[in-house]
């Protein structure tokens, strides 16, 4: 259980254009998901903060209008990289966290999306 | 959440046991101890997750100290897959606003044949 699916795996675009990036949870239900962007050597670094129904959370020095975030159901956010450079190349791996009330509060990742602009 | 303090890396034998230490000495009590490790190019993958008592599961063992303040993940026996960057990280559990993973540089572990 507790599978997180992101489609695509990898992506290679042109600089100017938008690319979506889908995030599954497949078998539970998540009321919140997280955006995560790694570049090489680096650690993961969080992007937002994705709840069902409502605006997304973005973290300091994240452009939310760069990065558009939606959450229209509860197994599926979607990360949409507008206007895309070769600086955002990267690779996206988003989070979800089951809507299971008490105890502790697992997350479950995705296999990542790489993006590479040219 | 808490901070923690790993090493940058660490290496095993195949087939030993791998033990990876991790400081939260600022750790509070309502806040778990979680483990996550990142194999090359995936998603990070949840491994083991405490409070106060030791816990284990088909992947690994945590051992956490009786004052919390510095925890052991142990994979049993090594193997090269478990080749990974592992993650120690604290948190509170739900009900609380601050759910969000905050990733630091981790250990990198290498076993070696």
């Known amino acids: 259980g507790a599978v997180v699916s992101q489609h695509p795996s990898w992506v290679i675009c042109k600089s100017g254009t938008s690319v979506k990036i889908e995030c599954r949870s497949l078998?539970?239900?998540?009321?919140?998901m997280f955006w995560y962007r790694q570049f090489p050597k680096q650690s993961l670094m969080l992007m937002a903060t994705?709840?069902?129904?409502?605006?997304?959370?973005?973290e300091q020095g994240v452009e939310k209008d760069k990065f558009l975030i939606n959450h229209a159901s509860l197994t599926l956010s979607t990360l949409t990289v507008t206007s895309a450079h070769p600086e955002d190349s990267s690779f996206y791996i988003c989070?979800?966290?089951?809507?299971?009330?008490?105890?502790?509060?697992?997350?479950?990742f995705g296999p990542g999306t790489r993006l590479t602009v040219l | 959440d808490a901070k923690t303090t790993q090493p940058p890396s660490m290496d095993c034998a195949e087939g030993r046991a791998a033990n990876l230490p991790c400081n939260h000495s600022?750790?509070?009590?309502?806040?778990?101890v979680y483990w996550y490790r990142q194999i090359h190019s995936q998603g990070p993958q949840y491994i083991i997750h405490?409070?106060?008592n030791n816990e284990t599961n088909e992947m690994a063992s945590l051992i956490i100290t009786e004052d919390r303040k510095s925890s052991t993940l142990i994979l049993p026996h090594a193997t090269l897959r478990d080749t990974a960057v592992y993650y120690c990280?604290?948190?509170?559990?739900?009900?609380?606003?601050?759910?969000?993973?905050?990733f630091g540089s981790g250990t990198r572990l290498s076993i070696r044949p």
């Open positions: 989070s979800a966290r089951p809507g299971t009330p008490g105890g502790a509060d697992t997350q479950y």
């Open positions: 078998d539970f239900q998540a009321t919140t």
């Open positions: 994705s709840n069902e129904g409502s605006k997304a959370t973005y």
């Open positions: 600022t750790i509070s009590g309502n806040e778990y």
């Open positions: 405490g409070l106060k």
């Open positions: 990280i604290v948190r509170v559990g739900r009900g609380s606003s601050a759910s969000k993973i905050i």
